[in-house]
Each structure stands twice: as C-alpha cells, then as structure tokens.
C-alpha cells in the first residue's frame, strides 16, 4: 500500500510518500506524478515514511527525472538508508538529486 500526499504551489510540487512503492503501487504514483507534471519546474519527493522501492517503483522515478529534466529539476529528500542503499547497488543515486 501507498499513500501519497501532494502539496502544489505554483510551479513547485512536493510529493510524500508513505508505504510501499512496488508493482502494485507504481502505477498509482505514475499517474500522480504526470498529472502533476504540466508547468512543474520543481519537484520534491519526499521518502521520509518510504518502506520500499521496487524496480517498477525505479522506473517511475526515471520516468519522472527524465520529464523534470526537460523542463526543471527533481530531488528526493529524507530518503532512509534502506532506499538509499536500493539507489546505490542499482547506480540511481548517480542519476537522481538525494538530499
């Protein structure tokens, strides 16, 4: 289960995270994230009560980068050593922002 909470000002979004983002969830947090996406140039997701990433939740997250590339920037904050760890070993804290 996945519970996102989503905080839109203006052109900067902050997205938080609770649970668990994997094959069941990820389709979820895709459509959350295009929706939100049109006259975004920041967004923020924040991992704080993340428990789990999958390798579907990994392509969202590079789905998201690649789109915030194009028309501003993404970062992960509060990201816990469990996800970090994840991002490591897949070579994503390379490609993503992780404050």
Avoid: W
Avoid at 43 to 52: A, G, N
Avoid at 71 to 99: A, P, W, Y
């Amino acid at each position: 289960m996945l519970n996102i909470s989503k905080k839109i000002e203006n052109t900067k979004a902050v997205l938080t995270l609770e649970g668990r983002l994997d094959t069941v969830t990820a389709p979820e947090m895709e459509k959350v994230i295009r929706e939100a996406l049109p006259g975004l140039t920041e967004l923020i997701l924040d991992f704080k009560k993340l428990e789990y990433i999958s390798s579907a939740g990994l392509r969202v997250l590079l789905l998201a980068q690649k789109a915030m590339n194009r028309q501003g920037k993404m970062k992960l904050c509060r990201v816990n050593e469990t996800i970090k760890e994840i991002f490591e070993v897949t070579g994503f804290s390379d490609i993503l922002t992780i404050e």
